[in-house]
């Protein structure tokens, strides 16, 4: 007999033929978009679509049976409830159906167990009896990808021998008279150890009718045969594709060639038992040992978060960094707390969270503009005060705090989901990893904290009061991550929620209070984007404003205040590659969760697709994308299936424009509909035919709406990509190791994604930020190493690294009697400098670094040199300069000068010439600060090193242009604070497996 295990399409046609009796279906074939979230309405549907399937089954001559398949640990639950439903339809009770158990699952006992308990009242009631197919399990790499990327334990056993035991312990249990007669037994398996061990239970207990044996077609033949003949039928297991999509069988074959061919699995020793007697003494150990293990009691589960009963981690100051996991909605007292979460989001109690600190952070405009002008006058006046004391507590004290904060979030997780699906929008699987992200904030810049105290050359001074205006996308990760970095650099902070989801920021805010951040220190404050507004952003007391939005805001609040500290993660115009050599299946699934996961209304969500030759003329591409677009589910956040959410509002005249307008030569793919009364919820737009230069190839719309652009090569690809004033995040879809190579040597951007989607930066493993304008300010990534360093300033102090180090470089020996001027002091600080910039450089700066260290995913954080002007006024001493330029020389930035005071003809010589280790100087200019500002004023340069002048008078002078980024702090000895400025951070994603199998070539790649 053989049986086949297919997808949805071809069931009916199979259980239709006369020569098919067996058919194997798993659950995710029959229904798209299975969500764990939606447990119970995705259980009615799968069960509506199956009963008719089942009947139509056993109305065949003779009946065709049908084996309920499952793959991964998250499809337990759903399959067993599945199965009792289906099975338990009154017109079925007589049809023999079955269902497959994995014993490398510790829940495989208990399973089993349910089941029996199941088919015994069944037969008791005069149905038939039912089977359980048991297999060991096939799907443990693809385990290991989902525990490992989302932080959470294995589900499987820990070892081959503890699943060997368990498949036993699950086969001895089973195969006993009382209990065959209502379960038959299915052992399925190539291990001959385990196949004569299954035999010859069943019968010497007299069960043997009530066991099928069953093997893999193909594999090993010659123990098949040999097993039929000893046990007498057996059941040949085989896959069927059509084979026009025999690629689609890649994944199977992938997982059963790294099975086989791993030392620990039985099939690589199946050839050599007969003449070998080692391989035979090995696998008869292993069988040995696998029985000695075995005893009646279940091995526990490992999988068993639970987040009613969850309480605070107590993590303590210097402790390793780790990321919170995201809740495992395959747990069922999980999906009973979310079914909580969405009651109290209807609740009286729910609608009134964060209420009382609005209104007792409000200013509101009836206040009028003294009264107003009073009110933000008193919050700044406060902040300040409370700043200056905050600032005296030690990077450890903070850490204590923050690190308590983040306890006090995780305990408001419940509550926080209920707020952003009332404000924001927020289906409870967009929402969730974003409290986990609010979490590592406050966990990962604790730590930094901690770091700041140690930096090498340099004294941090914190900014006394920093100001946060958040955006509305992303309620409570952002505004946490912005509040909490200030906390942990020492400053006071004052929070001004987005209008749209004031309450979900209060909240996060009451989280914090409750972990003991003073009142004064972490001010909320509710106030109109009008006058008093207004008056807040630009009043001149705000040290530092951390801004997350559009880049249009940034001019806008500079136009406000020439001056005002900025540091802004803003725009992005996010484009995703697919050449020929893609897994399209992957891709598609990548496109559509990054361009409409959150109503396509994240900064990093791909806008654009770009295909690279063929794949613009592939039908199966195209149908591929259009299906998986066309299924997703939108609906508000109350309906536990909605998928794509609304978005925050009736769409304003820009993305109404790119929901209902073309450009010239586009077309839709699909139109987007407009669905509700309230014009906020959109079903997801692919308009084609996008050209390069067009409105749509250069506009960011936010909102559900994805643009395809065809190029005729990776090159061209690229300049599409680059092509923007955008550089925030861009991905590639490509199994070519060359491409990709080529790919991230060019790409614009700040956050890269090789074969993966391009949304979701997780704290530490994908540090967020970008390049050109998607940038404002200092440029370090939220999350990740350096983002401390730009809230505040730094002054100078003593190095600890070897003067002597550098003396011995020649380079450095040429340039050293400009410097030294008979003062002994001035040596010491230009050779400690450069002693510490090679420690830097050796240590951060040169090296790729990867902190997470997972298996299948490679998470790489690098540096590359970008442009500076050092500008420098009249007076500042020549070692200062020259100590400045070699940091970014040092990088390979290219360097340009802009001097009151003419450099040393001797050292500017050497300057330009440069060494293997300094890159040469560029363009030199001797002029004042304002003829400096005239030359440049049309093309302003992106970063500036300035020396001896103020900062705010710099800016006001190039009219708070939020695209320059001036640095003006003290010069230090400290490489990491002196060459930072010369390198832009890169993130680099990149999954390294396929199907599970880690891909060496990726796994590898130099990066």
């Not at 039929?228 to 069988?249: C, M, Q, S």
């Not at 970063?943 to 900062?951: A, E, K, P, Q, V």
Request: glycine share 8%.
């Amino acid at each position: 007999m053989r049986k086949l295990t297919v997808a949805s399409p071809g069931v009916r046609a199979l259980i239709a033929r006369d020569d098919v009796d067996y058919v194997s279906v798993k659950v995710s074939a029959i229904s798209s978009q299975l969500s764990m979230w939606a447990y119970k309405e995705t259980l009615d549907r799968v069960v509506k679509r199956l009963i008719p399937l089942y009947k139509e089954a056993a109305a065949t001559t003779p009946p065709t049976f049908i084996n309920l398949d499952m793959e991964e640990f998250k499809d337990l639950d759903l399959t067993l409830d599945v199965f009792e439903r289906v099975l338990g339809d009154k017109s079925l009770r007589t049809y023999r159906a079955g269902i497959v158990l994995q014993a490398y699952l510790p829940e495989a006992f208990a399973a089993m167990k349910r089941i029996q308990s199941f088919a015994a009242a069944r037969v008791k009631a005069g149905g038939a009896p039912l089977k359980v197919r048991v297999v060991k399990g096939a799907n443990l790499q693809m385990e290991q990808v989902d525990a490992e990327l989302h932080d959470w334990p294995l589900a499987v056993l820990p070892s081959k021998q503890a699943s060997d035991t368990n498949y036993k312990r699950v086969l001895e249990w089973s195969l006993t008279p009382s209990r065959s007669k209502n379960v038959r037994i299915g052992v399925a398996g190539h291990n001959l150890f385990d196949v004569a061990f299954a035999h010859l239970l069943a019968e010497r207990r007299g069960v043997g009718s009530a066991v099928d044996f069953e093997m893999l077609i193909g594999m090993a033949p010659d123990q098949a045969d040999a097993v039929r003949e000893t046990v007498g039928n057996l059941i040949l297991y085989t896959p069927v594709v059509h084979p026009k999509e025999f690629d689609a069988a890649v994944g199977y074959l992938v997982r059963r060639l790294d099975e086989n061919a791993s030392s620990e699995n039985f099939m690589s020793a199946v050839f050599d038992l007969h003449d070998n007697d080692e391989v035979f003494r090995r696998e008869e150990q292993r069988f040995r040992d696998s029985l000695a293990a075995l005893t009646s009691k279940a091995p526990p589960v490992h999988r068993a978060q639970n987040r009613s009963s969850e309480g605070p981690r107590g993590i303590k100051p210097g402790e390793p960094f780790h990321n919170e996991a995201d809740t495992d909605p395959s747990i069922v007292h999980n999906r009973e707390w979310a079914d909580e979460i969405r009651a109290l989001a209807k609740s009286k109690r729910g609608k009134e969270l964060g209420l009382e600190s609005l209104r007792t952070a409000g200013i509101p405009d009836s206040f009028g503009p003294i009264k107003g002008g009073i009110a933000v006058d008193d919050l700044v006046s406060s902040g300040r005060q409370a700043g200056a004391k905050w600032a005296q507590k030690s990077g450890q004290e903070r850490a204590a705090i923050l690190l308590k904060a983040a306890d006090q979030l995780a305990l408001k997780r419940a509550e926080l989901l209920a707020v952003m699906m009332q404000e924001a929008g927020k289906t409870l699987q967009e929402g969730d990893p974003e409290i986990s992200e609010a979490i590592d904030f406050a966990r990962y810049y604790a730590q930094l904290a901690l770091d700041l105290d140690t930096i090498d050359g340099a004294k941090f001074q914190p900014s006394r009061f920093t100001l946060v205006t958040p955006p509305w996308n992303f309620p409570v990760a952002i505004p946490a991550g912005s509040v909490l970095s200030a906390l942990a650099a020492g400053s006071a902070v004052a929070i001004k929620p987005a209008p749209q989801v004031r309450r979900c920021g209060a909240v996060m805010v009451e989280a914090l209070w409750a972990a003991g951040v003073p009142r004064d220190v972490l001010q909320l404050v509710d106030v109109e984007e009008g006058q008093i507004g207004r008056g807040l952003i630009s009043h001149p007391g705000v040290d530092r404003l951390i801004l997350t939005g559009g880049f249009e805001t940034a001019q806008l609040f500079r136009s406000w205040r020439a001056d005002l500290p900025l540091l802004a993660e803003t725009s992005g115009k996010n484009a995703l590659i697919v050449t020929p050599s893609a897994d399209f299946d992957l891709a598609v699934a990548d496109i559509v969760k990054s361009a409409f996961g959150h109503a396509g209304q994240k900064c990093s969500a791909a806008s654009l697709v770009i295909l690279v030759g063929s794949v613009a003329k592939s039908e199966r591409f195209r149908r591929q994308l259009m299906d998986a677009v066309t299924t997703l589910r939108v609906g508000y956040p109350d309906n536990p299936e909605s998928v794509m959410g609304p978005v925050i509002e009736r769409p304003g005249s820009k993305l109404n424009s790119g929901l209902t307008e073309l450009g010239p030569g586009e077309s839709w793919l699909l139109t987007p509909q407009l669905l509700d009364d309230q014009g906020r919820l959109w079903s997801p737009g692919v308009r084609e035919g996008v050209k390069p230069g067009s409105t749509f190839h250069q506009t960011e719309y936010f909102g559900p709406i994805l643009g395809i652009m065809s190029a005729k090569s990776l090159d061209e690809a690229l300049s599409f990509q680059n092509g923007v004033d955008y550089g925030l995040t861009a991905g590639i879809h490509s199994l070519d190791p060359d491409e990709v190579t080529y790919w991230l040597d060019r790409v614009e951007a700040g956050n890269c994604y090789v074969n993966r989607g391009i949304t979701g930066a997780i704290v530490q493993r994908q540090p967020f930020g970008g390049w050109k304008k998607s940038s404002v300010g200092p440029g370090t990534k939220a999350g990740g190493p350096n983002y401390l360093m730009g809230l505040g300033s730094w002054r100078t102090a003593k190095s600890s690294a070897d003067a002597d180090l550098a003396r011995a470089d020649s380079f450095i020996q040429g340039l050293l009697p400009f410097v030294v001027e008979d003062s002994v002091e001035k040596e010491g600080f230009f050779l400690r400098s450069l002693a510490n910039d090679e420690r830097a450089w050796s240590e951060v700066f040169g090296m790729s670094t990867d902190e997470t260290g997972l298996t299948v995913e490679r998470n790489v954080f690098r540096y590359r040199p970008t442009p500076v002007t050092v500008r420098a006024a009249g007076f500042v001493p020549l070692g200062d300069i020259l100590r400045v330029v070699l940091a970014g020389a040092r990088v390979g930035a290219r360097v340009t000068v802009s001097l009151t005071d003419p450099l040393p003809d001797g050292a500017l010589r050497l300057l330009r010439q440069g060494s293997s280790q300094f890159t040469g100087l560029g363009d030199y200019v001797v002029e004042t600060e304002r003829e400096f500002v005239s030359r440049v004023s049309g093309n302003p340069p992106g970063r500036i090193r300035l020396l001896g002048s103020r900062s705010d008078a710099l800016s006001v002078a190039f009219d708070g242009a939020p695209e320059v980024a001036i640095y003006g702090h003290e010069v230090t000895e400290s490489g990491r604070v002196e060459m930072l400025p010369f390198v832009v951070e890169q993130a680099i994603s990149l999954t390294a497996h396929r199907f599970g199998a880690l891909d060496p070539r990726f796994r590898d790649l130099t990066i």
